[in-house]
């Protein structure tokens, strides 16, 4: 039985410009939206290409796509001969296997299926790189999203019920998130709070994938 994935988008590049600028992000996912196309690909190093086809847009007002992700590439087809009672290898320069996706531009949602190629991981990783490169010719460098898996919290609740001692724990966060004093208290170090937790060694790490310099 096929399975239906979820994924939260979120624009990252321009986060700061975002809150900065209410109006900024419906006129981004209206360039997200005029970008994914089926003109632009990502090629690969083994020669393949990953690629939107087959896209519906039935109503620019509320943003939504549908469609399939493809990864094209020289391969062989197995078929069935009746007459020798065999299989037959059929080679075709243009293989493809495919995913079909609901992508909800206006609320930030991409719904998606996975093949062995196209798993969870890579189809969010193509998406983002499609987006970029087709918003382009709106925006100088691309737009920068990022796609969040959702997670069933009812079973991450049970995973970690089975430990009994949790040595490290990762958080990864879009700043400002809303709430900047949340944010600040969440992020400052709390030398009491360190050692109540018999932490041994702490890490921050802070990083963009803009091309902006910072000064």
């Known amino acids: 039985m096929a399975k239906l994935y979820f994924a939260k988008m979120n624009v990252n590049d321009q986060i700061y410009e975002v809150y900065a600028n209410k109006g900024l992000l419906s006129k981004l996912k209206q360039y997200i939206f005029l970008g994914i196309s089926a003109k632009e690909d990502i090629p690969d190093d083994k020669g393949g290409r990953y690629k939107f086809f087959d896209l519906d847009k039935p109503n620019d007002t509320s943003l939504t796509i549908t469609g399939n992700l493809g990864y094209i ?34 609320h930030e949602i991409l719904a998606y299926m996975t093949v062995p190629v196209l798993s969870r991981k890579k189809v969010l990783s193509v998406f983002t790189e499609l987006i970029s490169k087709g918003t382009k010719k709106y925006e100088k460098q691309g737009i920068g999203v990022e796609f969040i898996p959702e997670s069933n919290l009812t079973d991450l609740n049970d995973e970690l019920k089975k430990f009994q001692h949790l040595s490290k724990v990762e958080v990864k966060l879009v700043p400002p998130n809303g709430d900047k004093e949340d944010f600040k208290n969440l992020s400052s170090i709390d030398v009491a709070e360190v050692q109540d937790a018999n932490a041994t060694n702490i890490k921050q790490t802070f990083g963009t994938r803009s091309k902006k310099r910072v000064k």
């Open 73 to 106: 590439n020289a391969g062989v087809h197995s078929s069935y001969d009746p007459d020798s009672d065999d299989a037959i290898d059929i080679t075709d320069k243009n293989k493809l296997e495919y995913i079909t996706f609901y992508f909800d531009v206006e």
